[in-house]
């Protein structure tokens, strides 16, 4: 049989690891946070730059990498950020498509 003195010290033993672990996914939650919302911003920032020179295909591929990583939370907006910059580079590709066609599609388009 247990005392309640060697029951008590029992629970006690349990109760310092779970903190301990608690503060350690703590810590290793808050790192990954931080080291994602890093990465994500220089993605977009990269990202961003090419949607600013045109460059559509470098620039979905960066903000695809914003988009697809997974995340706690998204600081600052970034992912929703890159969705928005990624359809409108899109809309350009297609775009750009449509009017590198014959002479009959340019005319449509413009229409």
């Keep these: 049989m247990f005392s309640t003195h060697s029951s008590r010290n029992a629970k006690h033993l349990f109760k310092l690891p ?13 790192g990954y946070t931080v080291g994602r ?13 090419a949607y600013r020179n045109a460059d ?8 695809d990498k914003v988009i697809d990583g997974w995340r706690f939370a998204d600081l600052r907006n970034y992912a929703s950020l890159a969705k928005q910059k990624k359809l409108q580079c899109l809309n350009l590709i297609s775009a750009k498509e449509t009017l590198s ?4 599609n340019v005319i449509q388009v413009k229409q």
């Excluded at 559509?56 to 903000?63: I, L």
Aim: aromatic content about 14%; some cysteine.
């Design 18 to 30: 779970i903190e301990l672990v608690a503060l350690l996914l703590y810590v290793a939650a808050s």
């Design 37 to 49: 919302f890093l990465i994500d911003a220089n993605n977009y920032t990269i990202g961003y730059e």
């Design 56 to 63: 559509c295909t470098a620039a979905v591929a960066h903000f």
């Design 101 to 104: 066609g014959d002479t009959i």
